[in-house]
């Protein structure tokens, strides 16, 4: 019978997901899929130091906008529940017991004052720094001695000497560790909580993880965890490492380079599509130089056997350029739906029909939710009458073509698409009269309406003011050029 594949997506609770996070996440969610297997979501929480609050329901949170589900995890439980390794410490006290008895694990009582010396001492003989097995040799009395005595100790796992461990890797084939570079590893902490090595090995064999799918930083740990497999005397998983994210300079991507919380994406506007069809190239590439996938269409093109070995940049633009794409493929309402919760509500209760047009009118180009919301609130904003770049000279021209809109039958302006070429014949009738062609007539007017140089098509922001909207601006530009002459 062959072996069910079972994958899992295995993070510590740190606030937030990271974006290599997020990869890993998804390659497994891929090849699970592909494969007709499970995928599971199990929280590593054991580093009692840096949890934080709400983070599970945030990931839970975060994996729900993006579509990806899980088959096991602490949300819909599953026959390997709890999901969550501080709620499984009974297993991992079993398991340092077994390793105990066996000779595989050892009581450390090394202070952290003493750990620092060695490591000092290493570090000005240029050597690696790694315990230095000094408990190692203590006899079993001393041991048990110094443990009824009260001494805090730590479970620490005996490393052999003079081996080789061979990582058996799917991306990067056979990768062998001398076993004098592989420290001594502590497993199980003094504070009763285990280390991530032993409860990710106790877990991965316990929920019947078949493949072990996470970043290349995990890679110097994997002999410890094949040393681990086998002295409890457990067949390994297949093990497949994924290429580092880099930045553009292909320095290792990190907090201090960029944004690299999957969330902050999310808030800018990123939709969850773009950012999986964009997340599933780091790394991986289809058969063919296609860009474009939906989360189903990668399943079908999805093999581990085309995930690189070199790092993968994660290049910003290219995933604004990707999310464009994706948002010039919504429908108005699903863009409307995207954008609103993005706008201010005065906005919205203003003029819910303009500014649902303004969302439509100024839709071509947009990078994001966020952005075309940035670009319908500009659209609205009141002009910056204060500015003096028009003069006496332009004021009648403006006044003329305030005159000409107000004298056109009022249904014309609620024609949105139409409201620009009669806006057009008015500005540029009066322009005539005043001496005025091309950019002459729409600079002026752009900065009677609006007061700044820059902004979209004037055309546009006319369809989107309306008739009493555009007037309103004309007139208010007149008043207040009148008052700045009329002051000395
Ligand atoms: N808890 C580890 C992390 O935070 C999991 C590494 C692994 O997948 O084994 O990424």
Same mark, same amino acid.
């Given at each position: 019978? &062959? ?10 609770? $740190? ?17 699970? *899929? ?23 329901? /945030? ?36 398991? $340092?017991? $077994? ?25 000005? *003989? ?35 000497? #003079? ?12 990768? /062998?560790?001398? $076993? ?14 285990? &280390?991530?090595?032993?409860? /990710? ?45 880099? /930045? ?7 907090? *201090? ?42 399943? #079908? ?18 995933? %604004?350029?990707?999310? &464009? ?37 100024? %839709? ?105 909207? &555009? ?18």
């Amino acid at each position: 019978m &062959t072996k069910e594949i079972r994958t899992r997506f295995a993070p510590s609770p $740190t606030g937030y997901l990271h974006v290599g996070g997020l990869r890993s996440a998804l390659y497994n969610y891929l090849f699970a *899929r592909k494969m007709g297997g499970k995928l599971l979501l199990r929280v590593e929480d054991t580093d009692r130091t840096r949890l934080v609050e709400g983070a599970v329901e /945030n990931f839970i949170e975060v994996f729900d906008w993006l579509g990806i589900h899980f088959d096991e995890s602490p949300a819909v439980g599953g026959p390997h529940a709890p999901y969550v390794q501080s709620e499984r410490l009974n297993l991992y006290t079993e398991a $340092t017991k $077994t390793l105990a008895e066996k000779g595989h694990a050892y009581v450390c009582f090394c202070t952290s004052e003493r750990l620092e010396q060695v490591r000092a001492d290493q570090q000005a *003989r240029s050597l690696p720094p790694m315990y230095d097995k000094h408990c190692r040799k203590l006899s079993k009395d001393e041991v048990d001695a110094r443990i009824t005595a009260g001494e805090p100790y730590v479970w620490r796992m005996a490393v052999p000497d #003079n081996e080789v461990v061979e990582v058996h890797d799917i991306i990067r084939g056979d990768v /062998n560790f001398e $076993t004098s570079t592989i420290d001594d590893q502590v497993l199980m902490k003094s504070d009763g909580y285990p &280390t991530y090595h032993l409860a /990710n090995v106790v877990d991965d064999y316990d929920m019947r993880i078949s493949h072990v799918i996470r970043g290349e930083e995990w890679l110097p740990s994997t002999p410890k965890h094949v040393l681990l497999y086998r002295f409890f005397g457990w067949e390994p998983p297949q093990f497949a490492h994924l290429p580092l994210l880099l /930045n553009p300079d292909r320095s290792k991507m990190s907090k *201090r380079s960029g944004d690299v919380a999957v969330e902050a994406y999310r808030d800018k506007g990123i939709l969850p599509d773009a950012l999986l069809n964009f997340v599933a190239l780091l790394g991986w590439h289809p058969q063919d130089e296609r860009e474009f996938f939906t989360l189903e269409e990668l399943v #079908n093109e999805f093999s581990l056997q085309r995930v690189n070995k070199a790092g993968a940049v994660f290049d910003q633009a290219k995933l %604004r350029w990707m999310n &464009t794409e994706y948002l010039a493929r919504l429908t108005h309402d699903e863009m409307w739906d995207g954008v609103a919760p993005h706008l201010p509500s005065e906005l919205l209760t203003e003029s819910a029909v303009r500014v649902r047009y303004a969302v439509i009118s100024l %839709r071509p180009g947009a990078e994001s939710f966020q952005d075309l919301a940035a670009k319908v609130v500009e659209a609205f904003a009141p002009a910056d009458i204060s500015n003096d770049s028009w003069d006496e000279a332009q004021l009648s021209f403006v006044g003329e073509v305030a005159d000409g809109l107000s004298t056109l039958p009022a249904g014309t302006w609620n024609d949105f698409e139409g409201l620009m070429a009669e806006f057009k014949a008015a500005a540029n009738s009066a322009g005539a009269k005043h001496g005025l062609k091309g950019k002459g007539i729409w600079m002026t007017l752009r900065m009677a309406l609006t007061g700044r140089e820059h902004g979209p098509e004037l055309g546009r922001l006319v369809g989107i003011w309306g008739r009493e909207g &555009t007037l309103n601006r004309l007139h208010a530009a007149i008043a207040a050029k009148l008052s700045q002459e009329q002051s000395p």
